[in-house]
């Protein structure tokens, strides 16, 4: 699964980044499928304008799951364990659902931000750009 922060990355021209998200993106696209979910393309549509350029900026080369009902279950799990902790948030991050995606999925995670999903979903390998 490719995390928003890459795609952004990328899409962006980060200065620091692009170059080096690109190249992880080749590198995973090489031994597995890229995937994405609704909230990732959500998360992606705020900076874009039109439906049709977030579309041609993803291409063919992801493909697009819908969020598993288990996987809600689990961001919810997640969620509540971050409150516990003392996080403010009064509804479940983005970041909780895409972890759980990955992690009933078997998926890993290609993120600039391991630290999160590490904490939280301990069982989803992370790659790191």
Not at 22 to 38: Q, R
Request: aromatic fraction near 10%; charge should be negative; glycine fraction near 6%.
């Amino acid at each position: 699964m490719v995390d928003t922060n890459i795609l952004l990355d990328i899409y962006s021209q980060d200065e620091v980044w692009e170059e080096r998200c690109a190249a992880a993106i080749a590198s995973a696209a090489d031994v597995d499928l890229l995937v994405i979910n609704p909230i990732i393309y959500a998360e992606l549509s705020v900076g874009i304008e039109k439906i049709e350029d977030l579309d041609e900026f993803l291409g063919t080369d992801f493909r697009r799951d819908s969020l598993p009902w288990e996987a809600a279950f689990v961001a919810g799990k997640a969620f509540r364990a971050y409150r516990r902790r003392g996080g403010m948030k009064t509804a479940p991050l983005p970041d909780f659902y895409i972890g759980a995606h990955a992690a009933v999925q078997g998926m890993r995670i290609l993120t600039r931000d391991p630290n999160r999903y590490a904490s939280y979903f301990p069982t989803v390998g992370i790659i790191e750009p």
